[in-house]
């Protein structure tokens, strides 16, 4: 019975954990230094400047540093995996004169367009359900969890005392023996002037 009781602690545990433990990757946007893979196609003065897609993502940890301008970094921060942009950055969100690459596009208006989200820290969305019905999945999986720790703790208050206690054949509270002589169950209060039914005057008391 000892270990009977320890597993149904860790079952009402491990529910609760359960329901505690936030679900990562699509509740949170795009953060530092996530390792993201990404696409988007850029244009300036209508013409294509880089473009990047599923087949040829763009991977890179994502950051200040690397995401260059500071305009698609302000933009994407906080996307979603599956989402999907498309905008404007103004120069003065735009490259820097002194940037080695990007440096002839100083003062210039970019156009990013289809700027998606592929992969996140390893996770995509084709490995996890889509975010349009993350809240959906969510839901489901709290309310089970929750419908799981309540069945067990209602089976514990309920059914546990029933299956694993003997009841006193007096006052019906939990008994610690049987009488020698008749076998009937009791309490130690019932039992304190021997057995009410027989007269036995001997307790068995149950092991543990």
């Known amino acids: 019975m000892r270990y009977l009781n320890k597993l149904f602690v860790?079952?009402?545990?491990?529910?609760?954990?359960?329901?505690?433990i936030p679900i990562q990757g699509y509740d949170n946007g795009l953060q530092d230094n996530d390792l993201?893979?990404?696409?988007?196609?850029?244009?300036v003065d209508g013409k294509t400047i880089?473009?990047?897609?599923?087949?040829?993502?763009?991977?890179?940890?994502?950051?200040?540093n690397n995401i260059k301008p500071i305009g698609l970094y302000n933009r994407m921060l906080g996307m979603k995996i599956g989402e999907?942009?498309?905008?404007?950055?103004?120069p003065e969100e735009g490259f820097d004169a002194s940037d080695p690459d990007y440096?002839?596009?100083?003062?210039k208006l970019l156009h990013y367009q289809n700027v998606e989200v592929y992969d996140v820290q390893g996770v995509s969305s084709t490995t996890?359900?889509?975010?349009?019905?993350?809240?959906?999945?969510?839901?489901?999986?709290?309310?089970?969890?929750?419908?799981?720790?309540?069945?067990?703790?209602?089976?514990?208050?309920k059914v546990y005392p029933k299956l694993f206690f003997k009841k006193c054949s007096i006052c019906k509270k939990?008994?610690?023996?049987?009488?020698?002589?008749?076998?009937k169950n009791y309490c130690i209060h019932c039992f304190q002037n021997g057995c009410p039914s027989c007269n036995g005057r001997t307790l068995v008391r149950f092991k543990k």
């Open 174 to 183: 939990k008994a610690i023996g049987k009488c020698s002589k008749c076998g």
């Open 10 to 20: 860790f079952a009402i545990l491990f529910f609760s954990a359960i329901v505690a």
């Open 36 to 43: 993201v893979s990404f696409g988007y196609h850029l244009l």
């Open 50 to 64: 880089e473009y990047y897609d599923s087949s040829i993502p763009k991977k890179t940890l994502f950051n200040e």
């Open 128 to 157: 996890s359900p889509p975010s349009g019905n993350f809240d959906f999945f969510k839901f489901i999986i709290v309310l089970s969890s929750i419908g799981g720790s309540l069945i067990l703790i209602y089976g514990g208050v």
């Open 84 to 90: 999907k942009r498309n905008f404007d950055i103004p």
């Open 103 to 107: 440096g002839y596009l100083a003062g």
